[in-house]
């Protein structure tokens, strides 16, 4: 693997620019003002632990004036035609096509993900907007008569209230997008609360909404590092309805207790631990295409990285070698730079976890045949890692990497390959490799995880009901679920009319 590492903290005009553009307030009830307090956060870029742009960071007050602009619009929303909404989502949507180009150059400087990366995010974040836009006017009930005769049922389906949104920051504009996009086309009004590594991306979609008619008070923005206080307040507070969150699974627990005392509705995107599943009958040249995707997009910084590569032991050796050769050609720098395929990862923390973790599987008899050793210098990268014959009991099995480390483990039959695959508290997506398919769909039926990639290493789609089983959530985001998860039922009876 190639490294090439940025000099210095020098941003170029283009950069220095954008940078300038996006808002560096709160944005609440349509006005962007700073912290009550003053208070401000930083943005660095990982690869060069650079300064970007200092924003406000809401005190607990912001939050509630949040909360306040978001309880006191959601009637009117709620109330606005749905095809007025569709049409401010599909305004947004355009917008983000048009600053296509921005939106990921600003992503891949305050998260480090290679820009071609970050254009696909965009691609697929924006996305959300379309798809919500046209489920919008698609939301219905229906009416129809009671069994014994006497009555007539009716359903009807409403917003289901203000909502709070958390996101996490690997997915800064996507994570948003897709919360954002199906609480609006609902009729739910929303405060946003963006991981505080990675805030700018967000005030970039805020700003869009602003432009695309949104009306003020329906999409507020709280960035701050008093992360824990000023989210609580809002969970607590008995005018939310609703609480959507990204992130890690220990945190996702946390919120829950929270949420249990207003009864919220919730949804919970949370970790993952996907294994990677490949059998004697694969077509190796695409397990190894599949492989180096599901493991090293976004520098393996994925709820849905393939954490574990299970391969049958007849063709393990030869699934390493094809990985490990072209795993050595990646080129390692700054996400800005052409042809870079590892960034940095968000922090130094990170790089710490992804030392460890290898230091153990090491230590416990695994081969490492490339990388493993964080690289010097500014910046927080680590290079991408293949680890074979890792074994049972090594905390990269259990753990969730997140981070550029690709492990496997051999297995003996599909009983065996099933047994390790579920053998984890997590379960949100799973990978296989079979070109036979009577066993492809013996897997759709026995691994317990709510996704499958089937000879594919890339499963989001914004058409999709994308969610975890288990640990690694409740509910889903895109598809035709996506809309109802801010959406209440009401159920209504009536007596037959002609009674
Ligand atoms: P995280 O530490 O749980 O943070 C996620 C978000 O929660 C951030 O906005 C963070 O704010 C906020 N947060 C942290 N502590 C909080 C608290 N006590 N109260 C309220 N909010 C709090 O996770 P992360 O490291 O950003 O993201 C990585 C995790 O997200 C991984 O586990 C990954 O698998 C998961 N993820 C899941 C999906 C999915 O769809 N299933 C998608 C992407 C990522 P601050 O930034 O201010 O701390």
Not at 100 to 129: H, I, W
Request: aromatic share 6%; proline share 6%.
């Amino acid at each position: 693997m190639t490294e090439s590492h940025p000099t210095g903290p020098q941003l170029t005009e283009r950069e220095t620019q954008l940078l300038a553009a996006v808002p560096d307030g709160l944005y609440v009830d349509g006005r962007w003002r700073p912290a009550s307090d003053g208070a401000t956060l930083t943005v660095t870029d990982p690869a060069t632990g650079a300064e970007l742009k200092r924003i406000a960071s809401a005190t607990v007050d912001d939050g509630v004036a949040a909360l306040d602009a978001a309880a006191g619009t959601f009637d009117a929303w709620a109330g606005t035609p749905a095809r007025e909404r569709a049409e401010i989502l599909r305004r947004a949507f355009d917008l983000l096509i048009e600053r296509a180009q921005d939106a990921a150059l600003l992503m891949t400087l305050e998260m480090g993900k290679p820009l071609d990366q970050s254009r696909t995010e965009v691609a697929y974040g924006a996305e959300f907007l379309r798809w919500f836009s046209e489920e919008a006017p698609r939301v219905t009930g229906r009416y129809g008569p009671s069994p014994e005769g006497t009555g007539r049922v009716i359903v009807t389906q409403h917003p289901v209230g203000p909502a709070f949104l958390i996101t996490p920051w690997n997915f800064p504009l996507a994570m948003a997008t897709r919360k954002i996009a199906p609480a609006l086309a609902a009729g739910c009004t929303v405060v946003l609360k963006p991981a505080s590594l990675t805030p700018l991306t967000t005030l970039f979609v805020a700003k869009i909404f602003e432009e695309a008619g949104l009306p003020a008070g329906v999409l507020n923005v709280v960035t701050t590092s008093n992360t824990g206080p000023v989210s609580e307040r809002i969970i607590r507070d008995p005018r939310l309805r609703k609480l959507s969150f990204t992130g890690s699974t220990p945190v996702g627990r946390k919120l829950l207790e929270q949420a249990a005392g207003g009864v919220l509705r919730t949804s919970m995107e949370l970790g993952g631990n996907a294994p990677f599943l490949v059998f004697d009958d694969a077509d190796l040249d695409k397990a190894v295409e599949g492989a180096l995707v599901a493991k090293f997009r976004n520098i393996g910084q994925a709820c849905t990285a393939a954490n574990r590569f299970l391969v049958h032991r007849s063709v393990a050796d030869e699934f390493a070698e094809r990985v490990t050769r072209r795993v050595a050609e990646f080129r390692m720098g700054r996400g800005t730079e052409d042809g870079v395929t590892i960034g940095p990862l968000i922090d130094a923390a990170a790089v710490a976890k992804s030392a460890t973790l290898v230091a153990d599987a090491v230590g416990r008899g695994a081969t490492l045949r490339l990388g493993g050793t964080p690289a010097e210098g500014a910046g927080t990268f680590f290079p991408a890692t293949v680890l074979t014959d890792v074994r049972p009991g090594s905390d990269l099995l259990r753990e969730e990497i997140f981070g550029p480390v690709l492990a496997v483990v051999p297995f003996d039959d599909e009983d065996d390959a099933v047994r390790l695959a579920n053998d984890t508290e997590y379960g949100l997506v799973s990978y296989v490799y079979t070109e036979n398919l009577a066993r492809g769909q013996r897997m759709i039926e026995r691994l317990a995880t709510g996704m499958m990639g089937l000879n594919v290493g890339v499963i989001s789609n914004a058409a999709a009901p994308f969610g975890g089983w288990k640990a690694s959530g409740l509910g889903r985001e895109g598809g035709a679920e996506g809309i109802h998860e801010y959406l209440q039922t009401k159920y209504t009876l009536t007596p037959d009319p002609r009674l």
